[in-house]
């Protein structure tokens, strides 16, 4: 009985410490995980805070790359013009020797083709086709905001009626010819005439095809504002200038001429015994001849007076204040109305303004034109004036105030213009000759 009660502690205490050497095994087992968790915790921090420095490192890498990145050109949304077949642009940069160009005509750049660029400083593209083109630049694999390059054809040209062109028409409305040019097949042309430059108050708008139409009757007496509107696929509309139609109802004669030169006010030089002076005047349709007086008097009581069948002629003059007017006569020889009066100056003079450039009757192929001349005594400020092809000269097509001797100018289309300078006022009034150049942008 003794040996069983000391085999039953025995087992006991085995069973004690079993129980408490699993404790112990599981403790150490938490200890184990719990130290291991630690362990991934801190180095799950790390690994945050080390991508967060990465990050941090990269913003920083790629400001410095997109710093890095100058865009000279083409500006932002810039326009060109497809003038001929095709056209070669020049994508200019600095600040990078490495990376990549991008363009296309999808706005998210898909589909883009891709050229490495290198310290040239220069991506050179022929295009061919017109539309809206999306490109950029990337370095280090950071790309620079998106531009748009839109690639327009030519604006449509008016021809007929010219700038500011006078009709004139007895009992019945005249029939008037509009005449233009268009580039690129334009998929809608439109034809616009308002009552006002804006062309806010449409009167009339046609439909066109071709590159003429003539309306019959459809326009009375007024002042009218017109241009051509051309629409394509995908670019923006393209519009010609506007241009300024006068329609008067006359009796039955011809409407006077314009007066072109001398300008009202001008001074015209001399350094010999007399000056051949040339008077120039706007032709009129259906003249027979035109009548020309000159005189010293303002009521022309004494009077030089000659006929010509020309838009110019010439009076041998003398130092001396002068008025001029011009009349014509229609078919039947009855004599329209006179001009309105010019006054002119003729003083006699070692030197009048000198035009250095562009020379008589130059032809350009871009609407850039630089205009020089020489400097008078005593004068610092110069009128520039550049006159549309019809020779309308009491409406210059531009009037620039100029301090200097030269200064560039965009005209706003092709076809023949006339200049001249002149300087000071009255009979101060210092003015050059009339010179001819012409834009001729070839066929498109």
């Known amino acids: 009985m003794i040996l069983l009660h000391i085999s039953c502690c025995t087992?006991?205490?085995?069973?004690?410490?079993?129980?408490?050497?699993?404790?112990?095994?599981?403790?150490?087992?938490?200890?184990?995980?719990?130290?291991?968790?630690?362990?991934?915790?801190?180095?799950?921090?790390a690994k945050i805070e080390e991508e967060k420095k990465a990050k941090e490192l990269k913003i920083v890498e790629d400001k410095k790359a997109l710093e890095s990145i100058k865009i000279k050109s083409p500006s932002k949304d810039a326009l060109y013009v497809l003038k001929k077949d095709s056209r070669k642009i020049d994508f200019k940069y600095s600040g990078i020797t490495s990376g990549i160009f991008y363009i296309s005509q999808n706005e998210d750049l898909s589909e883009a083709t891709e050229f490495k660029v290198d310290a040239s400083g220069v991506v050179s593209q022929t295009f061919t086709k017109l539309g809206m083109y999306y490109w950029t630049l990337s370095h280090k694999g950071v790309k620079a905001p998106t531009r748009k390059l839109n690639l327009s054809p030519p604006r449509p040209q008016g021809l007929l009626p010219r700038a500011n062109a006078k009709l004139s028409y007895v009992r019945k409305k005249p029939n008037v010819v509009f005449r233009w040019k268009s580039y690129h097949d334009p998929k809608k042309l439109n034809l616009v005439i308002s009552k006002n430059k804006a062309l806010s108050q449409v009167v009339l708008k046609k439909e066109l095809k071709g590159n003429s139409i003539e309306l019959m009757g459809e326009l009375g007496k007024g002042t009218y504002f017109w241009r051509i509107e051309a629409s394509y696929e995908g670019i923006p509309d393209r519009s010609s200038q506007v241009r300024k139609l006068v329609i008067k109802k006359t009796k039955d004669y011809l409407a006077p001429?314009?007066?072109?030169?001398?300008?009202?006010?001008?001074?015209?030089?001399?350094?010999?015994?007399?000056?051949?002076?040339?008077?120039?005047?706007?032709?009129?349709?259906?003249?027979?001849?035109?009548?020309?007086?000159?005189?010293?008097?303002?009521?022309?009581?004494?009077?030089?007076?000659?006929?010509?069948?020309?838009?110019?002629?010439?009076?041998?003059?003398?130092?001396?204040?002068?008025?001029?007017?011009?009349?014509?006569?229609?078919?039947?020889?009855?004599?329209?109305?006179?001009?309105?009066?010019?006054?002119?100056?003729?003083?006699?003079?070692?030197?009048?303004?000198?035009?250095?450039?562009?020379?008589n009757k130059k032809v350009f192929d871009k609407e850039e034109v630089e205009f020089s001349w020489d400097k008078v005594e005593g004068k610092s400020k110069y009128k520039?004036?550049?006159?549309?092809?019809?020779?309308?000269?009491?409406?210059?097509?531009?009037?620039?105030?100029?301090t200097g001797d030269e200064v560039e100018i965009e005209l706003p289309e092709a076809g023949k213009y006339y200049w001249y300078v002149t300087a000071g006022e009255g009979k101060d009034l210092y003015n050059s000759e009339i010179r001819e150049i012409n834009i001729d942008l070839g066929d498109f």
């Open 384 to 402: 520039l004036y550049i006159i549309t092809k019809i020779k309308s000269f009491a409406s210059p097509t531009i009037v620039k105030e100029v």
């Open 11 to 45: 087992s006991a205490e085995e069973a004690k410490l079993s129980a408490k050497k699993a404790e112990d095994v599981e403790k150490e087992k938490k200890l184990a995980e719990e130290k291991l968790k630690k362990e991934q915790a801190e180095k799950e921090k």
């Open 257 to 359: 001429p314009d007066l072109a030169h001398p300008v009202n006010g001008s001074v015209s030089y001399y350094s010999g015994a007399a000056i051949p002076a040339e008077f120039k005047w706007s032709p009129i349709k259906n003249s027979n001849v035109y009548e020309i007086q000159v005189s010293k008097e303002k009521d022309f009581s004494i009077v030089s007076s000659d006929l010509t069948f020309k838009t110019s002629h010439f009076f041998t003059l003398a130092a001396g204040d002068y008025y001029w007017r011009i009349r014509t006569y229609n078919k039947r020889n009855n004599p329209g109305k006179w001009s309105p009066t010019q006054m002119f100056y003729v003083k006699k003079q070692s030197k009048l303004i000198s035009l250095d450039d562009p020379r």
